[in-house]
């Protein structure tokens, strides 16, 4: 089945320690989206590329960085893990049409823990 | 900006009844498409119903309507002969008809519990 995969599931990491989570998709959509869900918060969009194109949140902190080096991947990157960024993060694809039927996919999400 | 404003954190329903989550907006933008995603324990959200504006006719998805309000800028999702499956995180979004801002303005959140 075609679907949105993030490794790890669960990941933990040392404050201050970079680490790197992974987004892959068989969907073969054009735009990959990361977004940041806090406890109890709603999901916060980081950034997201349109094809090669990357697109930056405004008050997306530069401890953030994002690569894609290809359709399929997409991989955040945490430089410097401080105890404030321990959320899930939610991965999305989708296929960019500028329509309502464009639906966003999910993936399961990957709960960083900052110790 | 747009804000997306879910003012009931938690809601609980018998199974088989009816029940409806209350969502309310703010936008300066005459056009754009509101969701209800659902997102189960330890599962990726899913949409569950989607409305664009200019559309009057409030959208249905079989035991899942919406009751959308432009002038009042609500949006809330009934769903009807609940089901223990219906137990989730349920989120309502908005998004931008403008290209080149397709993301997704979620509300916190409200959970629902079905009890059997």
């Known amino acids: 089945d075609a679907m949105v995969i993030q490794n790890p599931r669960y990941q933990v990491t040392q404050f201050g320690k970079p680490v790197t989570l992974s987004c892959s998709q068989t969907l073969n959509h054009n735009v990959m989206y990361w977004y940041q869900q806090k406890s109890s918060q709603a999901p916060k969009l980081l950034f997201h590329?349109?094809?090669?194109?990357?697109?930056n949140e405004a008050d997306t902190p530069d401890n953030f960085q994002s690569r894609r080096p290809n359709t399929s991947f997409c991989f955040l990157d945490i430089r410097s893990p401080g105890l404030g960024d321990a959320a899930m993060y939610l991965c999305?694809?989708?296929?960019?049409?500028?329509?309502?039927?464009?639906?966003?996919?999910f993936g399961p999400g990957t709960r960083l823990t900052v110790l | 900006a747009q804000t997306v404003t879910q003012s009931q954190p938690e809601m609980s329903v018998q199974e088989a009844e009816t029940v409806t989550l209350s969502c309310t907006y703010d936008t300066s933008e005459s056009d754009y498409y509101l969701f209800w995603y659902k997102q189960p324990p330890s599962r990726q959200m899913i949409l569950v119903i989607r409305q664009e504006a200019y559309k009057q006719q409030n959208a249905t998805e079989n035991r899942f309507s919406v009751n959308f309000q432009k002038a009042a800028k609500s949006f809330s999702l009934k769903i009807s002969d609940s089901q223990l499956g219906d137990a989730a995180m349920y989120f309502c979004a908005y998004r931008s008809v403008d290209f080149g801002n397709e993301k997704l303005t979620f509300g916190t959140g409200t959970r629902l519990t079905i009890i059997p």
């Open positions: 590329y349109y094809d090669k194109d990357f697109n």
């Open positions: 999305a694809t989708s296929r960019g049409r500028r329509d309502y039927t464009d639906t966003q996919y």
